[in-house]
């Protein structure tokens, strides 16, 4: 089974802090992605890449960045927290291809 | 921006009934349509994919395609009270020659009463 796993289940940070949120998957997928998900808007695509020290803008990437220095891991940084990315975040991997994605059990972020 | 669009319930059915969830999309070139369950506090899991036009079943699950008319359904049948959750539609639209992302629909809210 794919495993994907983020470092943090629940995160507490304050307005300001750089954030890193760390995702590892353990079956060699190419594709990568962070998503946010908030009530009533859904899941909303942050950044992706497909390839390493590849990446690609989503739907929602002002106030984040990424890294992906190795294959399996892949970072999702807030260069300086605020109350609104408070938030679920949610990790997921894809090999090449039309595959679906596969998820990690989310961080909750809370900003305060 | 592609769309993917869905009732956002909630869809109440009784415990044994069929569950019909509805999704449209946007993007006439997607080849790839997927179904993931998400309970509450937890993250997506993949419970359906389809990629041609016509039925798919897997045990209590029926996918249905029709690119024609945009539109992609997930059939529960004999819903059990463990089906209630949320039911996210996603389609892919591939970005590179290796890469795609997949656009989620708003989710369907399923409450199966026993």
């Known amino acids: 089974d794919v495993k994907v796993t983020q470092s943090s289940r629940y995160l507490v940070k304050r307005t300001g802090e750089k954030v890193f949120l760390e995702c590892v998957q353990d079956?060699?997928?190419?594709?990568m992605f962070w998503y946010r998900q908030d009530p009533g808007l859904g899941l909303r695509l942050i950044y992706f890449?497909?390839?390493?020290?590849?990446?690609e803008k989503g739907d929602i990437p002002e106030g984040y960045s990424v890294s992906r220095e190795k294959k399996e891991r892949f970072s999702l940084i807030l260069e300086s927290a605020s109350t609104n990315q408070t938030s679920m975040y949610l990790c997921?991997?894809?090999?090449?291809?039309?595959?679906?994605?596969?998820f990690g059990n989310g961080t909750r972020l809370t900003v305060t | 921006q592609k769309e993917v669009e869905q009732n956002s319930g909630p869809l109440s059915v009784p415990e044994g009934a069929i569950a019909s969830l509805n999704c449209t999309y946007s993007d006439r070139g997607s080849q790839s349509f997927f179904w993931y369950r998400q309970y509450s506090g937890k993250s997506p899991e993949l419970i359906m994919s389809?990629?041609?036009?016509g039925d798919k079943e897997d045990g209590r699950f029926t996918a249905q395609l029709n690119k024609a008319s945009q539109y992609v359904s997930l059939l529960i049948r004999d819903s059990q009270p463990s089906d209630s959750a949320t039911y996210l539609c996603?389609?892919?639209?591939?970005?590179?020659?290796?890469?795609?992302?997949?656009?989620f629909g708003g989710g369907t809210r399923v409450l199966v009463k026993p």
């Open positions: 996603a389609v892919n639209e591939r970005i590179k020659a290796a890469g795609n992302k997949l656009t």
């Open positions: 389809i990629y041609s036009n």
């Open positions: 890449s497909y390839d390493v020290k590849m990446k």
């Open positions: 079956m060699d997928h190419e594709n």
């Open positions: 997921a991997s894809s090999p090449a291809g039309n595959s679906p994605l596969h």
